[in-house]
C-alpha cells in the first residue's frame, strides 16, 4: 500500500511540475471565460450600418418604409445600368431592383451587389420589402392597419418540469441542453486526455527499460494501479483550477463590465427602449446560466459528474495502460489506441442524440452501457434521470471497471517484459490465460 | 544458503524456459550463473525477484519460502536498464530506494554517502537525459545497491561499461562482498568469472548442466595436460603422449600417459631434452564453456 502511494506520489509530482500542465490550467479558464464574454462583447459594439440603394419601380416605398436598425436605405431613380457602375463607388453595398407588378411578383426583387451578401444583410432587406407588402395586401384585403399592428405579436414560453411530489421548477431546456454539451464535451476531452497520458507513461517506462527494476521492486498490477490513480489525482487538480480560475476571472470580468463603456451602452439601450431592454434580460447569457442554475440539482450534476468522470477514466485508463504494456514506442500505439478511442468517439456522437432526446430507447442503453454511458449519462443528468437509471448505470460502471482493469492488468504484467515482438490482439487475448 | 533453487520449472505458451532447475548459492559468495543467450539465465532471475512465479517448483530464500517482502533485501541491474530521462538524479533515486522499502530519511542519508563516496554531489539536481552513458551507469549500480540487499543479482553488469567504470564497479562489488553480500552474477564474459567468482553454474538448454566451486569445476575439467618447455629434440616416450608442438619457442603440450605420474614423465623428458619448464594446463572458463554447451547441445 506504501508503495502504491509513492507511485502515485511520483505520477502526481512530475506531472504537476510540468510547464504544460500550467500552461493548460491557465488557458482553460481564460478560454472559457472567453468563450462567454466574447460574444456579449461584440453584441454590444457599434455595428457599421450597411447602405443600400433601391430602385423602386412599384413606386409603393416612401423613405418612412425603410428603416432598419443595421441597414440605412436610400431611394434612388436611377436607370438601372447607371447603377450597376455606381453603387460601389458611391460607398453602397448593394442595389435593389423591385420590379413594376411588385405585389405580384414578388419573387422578382433582385439585389445587386459586388460581394456577396451575408445572409443577416439579405435578410433584414428582404424583412423591410416584406413588411410594407404585406401591409398593403392587407389594406387591399380590407384589414385595418390597426388590426394588422395588434396581430403583431411574438410568442414566448416558459416550461416547467413537474416532479412526481408536484414540485414545480421553471427549468431551461436551452440551458439544460447547454450544461449537457459542456458536460459531455469536457468528459469527452478529459478522457482521451488523461486515458492517453496514462498509455504514454506506460511506454515512457518500457521503452526506457525502467521497468524491470521497477517491478523486482513492486507488483506489476500495483504499478499500474498508482501510475492510473496518481495520473487521475492531476485530472482532478486540473479541474479544481479550471473551477477556481474560471470563477476568478468571470469575477473581474464582470468588474470591468460593470464599469466600461459596454455596460453603459447596454443602459442607455435599455433606458431607451424598455420592450428591448426586457428581451436583453431575457435573452442575456448570464440569465440564462442563471436559469440553469436555478433548475439544475448542482449536488447531483456535480456528484455525478465526479462520478462519471473517475470511473470513465478509470475504465479507459487501464484499457489504455494495457495498451502501452503492449507497445515499445507511441507510433506502434496508434494502430491499437483506435480499438479503444472508437467507443469513447460513438459515445460522443451518441450523446449528440442523446441531447436531442433524453428519453429515447437509444439514450437509455447509451447511458447504461459501461462504455458510453459516463459521456450519455452526464448529457442526461441535466435533463433529470429517474433514480433507479442513475444506480443501474452507476453499478454497470463499475462493473465494466472491475472487468477492464482485471483484463488490462493480465495484458499489462505480460507486456511490459516483451520485447522485439510484433503484437496482434489476438496475442493480447493469450496473455489473459497467462499463469503468474 | 542464501538461495536454495528446488526443481523450478518455467514454461511459455511456445517453449520451457527452466525444465528442472535446482540450484544452492551459498551465503556471502560472488556467484556466476552462465549459459549461452535463450538458455533461461533470465527466467531464472526474474523468478528470484519475484517477478514472474514458477510453474513448478520453490524457492528459499534464507531458508524461508520466497515472499514479496523479500524484495527488499534484494538488489537488482537488469541487462537492460534505464531510468526515467525527465526526473532529477536525486528524485529518482529517492523514489527508487523508497520503492525497496526504505524511509525518507533513511534513503536520503545513504544516497548522500553514495554521492560523497563516488564523487558525484553536483549531480543530485540534473536531470537524467543530461548524464553521459557512464553517469548512468554508475546511477543505476548505486540504486540497486542503496538498501543494503543480503543478495545482488547482476545481470551482464559490465556490458557497456568503460574500463574505468568497469574497474569502480568490481571494486566496488569487491567491497560488498567483504560486507557479506552476496552477488549472483550472470555473465558470458569468462575473463571476470576468473577474476571475480567463487563458485558457478552453468545453464544450457533451460537445465543447469555444470555447478561447483570455481577451482573444483576446473580441476574436473583438466585434461592431465602440461605445458613444456625446453632445448633439444622431443620425441615420442611410454610416460606422455605429445599434444601438440611448437617448436618455433620450443614448448609443447604433453599429456600423460598415467593421471598425476608426473615425475615419471619429468624423468622421461629429461632423458631426452634440457627442460626449462614443466607447467600444469588448467582449462580456461571459456573452453570449459564452449566444452559443455557443446556436449550438452
Redesign the interface.
Not at chain 2, 525477484?49 to 512465479?53: E, G, K, M
Given at each position: 500500500m506504501n508503495?502504491i502511494l509513492?507511485v502515485i506520489q511520483?505520477e502526481y509530482l512530475?506531472r504537476i511540475q510540468k510547464k504544460s500542465f500550467w500552461i493548460a490550467s491557465l488557458l482553460g479558464p481564460i478560454l472559457i471565460t472567453a468563450i462567454y464574454a466574447v460574444p456579449i462583447w461584440l453584441a454590444t459594439q457599434d455595428k457599421e450600418v450597411k447602405r443600400i440603394e433601391i430602385l423602386d419601380e412599384s413606386g409603393l416605398f416612401q423613405t418612412t418604409d425603410l428603416v432598419d436598425k443595421e441597414v440605412e436605405f436610400k431611394l434612388v431613380n436611377k436607370p438601372v445600368s447607371d447603377l450597376k457602375g455606381s453603387f460601389s463607388k458611391e460607398g453602397y453595398t448593394a442595389f435593389v431592383h423591385l420590379p413594376k407588378d411588385l405585389l405580384t411578383h414578388s419573387e422578382d426583387i433582385k439585389i445587386y451587389s459586388e460581394k456577396n451578401l451575408s445572409l443577416p444583410l439579405k435578410s433584414s432587406i428582404e424583412r423591410v420589402i416584406e413588411k410594407k407588402v404585406r401591409a398593403i395586401l392587407m389594406k387591399d384585403a380590407g384589414i385595418a392597419s390597426e388590426v394588422y399592428e395588434k396581430t403583431q405579436i411574438e410568442v414566448s414560453s416558459e416550461t416547467i418540469t413537474v416532479s412526481e411530489m408536484g414540485d414545480e421548477t421553471s427549468s431551461s431546456s436551452g440551458g439544460a441542453m447547454i450544461l449537457a454539451g459542456v458536460m459531455g464535451m469536457l468528459l469527452y476531452i478529459t478522457l482521451l486526455l488523461y486515458g492517453s497520458q496514462v498509455m504514454n507513461g506506460v511506454i515512457?517506462?518500457k521503452s526506457?527499460?525502467?521497468i524491470?527494476?521497477?517491478?523486482?521492486?513492486?507488483?506489476p498490477h500495483q504499478l499500474m494501479l498508482g501510475k492510473i490513480l496518481g495520473v487521475g489525482m492531476v485530472g482532478l487538480t486540473q479541474f479544481l483550477l479550471w473551477i477556481v480560475l474560471t470563477i476568478g476571472l468571470s469575477q473581474v470580468a464582470s468588474t470591468f463590465y460593470g464599469t466600461s463603456p459596454v455596460k453603459q451602452k447596454m443602459e442607455q439601450i435599455k433606458k431607451g427602449d424598455p420592450e428591448v431592454a426586457k428581451k436583453m434580460d431575457d435573452a442575456s447569457p448570464m440569465a440564462e446560466v442563471t436559469k440553469v442554475i436555478e433548475s439544475t440539482n448542482i449536488p447531483l450534476v456535480v456528484g455525478g459528474f465526479l462520478f462519471y468522470f473517475l470511473f470513465g477514466y478509470l475504465l479507459y485508463s487501464s484499457l489504455f495502460a494495457a495498451i502501452g504494456s503492449a507497445v515499445e514506442s507511441a507510433a506502434e500505439a496508434q494502430q491499437f489506441t483506435f480499438i479503444v478511442m472508437l467507443p469513447i468517439i460513438l459515445a460522443f456522437i451518441m450523446a449528440q442524440f442523446t441531447m436531442q432526446d433524453p428519453d429515447s430507447t437509444m439514450a437509455f442503453w447509451a447511458s447504461m452501457i459501461p462504455f458510453t454511458s459516463p459521456i450519455n449519462m452526464m448529457v442526461r443528468l441535466p435533463y433529470g434521470v429517474p433514480m433507479w437509471e442513475l444506480a443501474t448505470s452507476m453499478i454497470l460502471l463499475v462493473l465494466g471497471f472491475l472487468g477492464c482493469s482485471w483484463v488490462s492488468a493480465r495484458i499489462y504484467r505480460v507486456g511490459i517484459?516483451m520485447?522485439g515482438k510484433k503484437i496482434t490482439v489476438k496475442e493480447m487475448a493469450?496473455w489473459l490465460f497467462?499463469?503468474? | 544458503m542464501i538461495l536454495s533453487i528446488q526443481n523450478v520449472v518455467k514454461r511459455?505458451?511456445d517453449h520451457t524456459a527452466l525444465a528442472g532447475v535446482s540450484l544452492e548459492i551459498p551465503k556471502g559468495q560472488i556467484f556466476g550463473l552462465l549459459g549461452p543467450n535463450g538458455a533461461g539465465k533470465t527466467s531464472l532471475i526474474?523468478i528470484i525477484?519475484?517477478?514472474?512465479?514458477p510453474?513448478e517448483g520453490q524457492v528459499l530464500f534464507d531458508g524461508e519460502l520466497l515472499q514479496?517482502k523479500h524484495?527488499?533485501q534484494?538488489g537488482?541491474?537488469?541487462e537492460?536498464?534505464?531510468?526515467?530521462?525527465?526526473?532529477k538524479v536525486g528524485d529518482q533515486l529517492m523514489?527508487?530506494a523508497?520503492?525497496?522499502g526504505l524511509s525518507k530519511a533513511e534513503a536520503l542519508s545513504r544516497l548522500k554517502d553514495w554521492f560523497i563516496r563516488l564523487d558525484i554531489k553536483d549531480w543530485w539536481n540534473k536531470p537524467v537525459d543530461d548524464l553521459s552513458k557512464g553517469m548512468q551507469q554508475k546511477t543505476?549500480f548505486i540504486?540497486?545497491v542503496v538498501h543494503e540487499p543480503k543478495l545482488l543479482i547482476l545481470d551482464e553488469p559490465f556490458s557497456g561499461f568503460d574500463p574505468i567504470n568497469a574497474n569502480m564497479l568490481k571494486d566496488e562489488i569487491l567491497a560488498l562482498k567483504e560486507r557479506g553480500t552476496t552477488i549472483l552474477f550472470s555473465t558470458h564474459r569468462m575473463e571476470s568469472v576468473e577474476e571475480l567468482c567463487d563458485s558457478i553454474a552453468l545453464i544450457n538448454h533451460s537445465q543447469v548442466v555444470l555447478t561447483g566451486e570455481k577451482d573444483e569445476v576446473r580441476n574436473r575439467f583438466k585434461k592431465h595436460a602440461y605445458e613444456v618447455r625446453y632445448s633439444g629434440d622431443l620425441g615420442e616416450s611410454k610416460a606422455f603422449e605429445i599434444i601438440s608442438k611448437a617448436p618455433e619457442n620450443n614448448s609443447a603440450i604433453i599429456k600423460l600417459a598415467q593421471p598425476d605420474q608426473t615425475n615419471q614423465a619429468i624423468a622421461a623428458l629429461i632423458k631426452q631434452v634440457d627442460l626449462f619448464e614443466f607447467k600444469d594446463v588448467i582449462p580456461s572458463f571459456n573452453d570449459i564453456f564452449i566444452q559443455v554447451v557443446g556436449e550438452t547441445k
Open positions: 508503495k509513492l511520483r512530475t515512457e517506462e526506457s527499460r525502467i524491470e527494476v521497477i517491478i523486482s521492486s513492486i507488483k517484459l520485447y493469450k497467462y499463469k503468474g | 511459455y505458451a526474474r525477484n519475484q517477478i514472474t512465479a510453474d514479496p524484495v527488499e534484494i537488482y541491474l537488469p537492460e536498464r534505464g531510468l526515467y530521462k525527465k526526473m523514489y527508487l523508497q520503492l525497496k543505476q540504486a540497486t
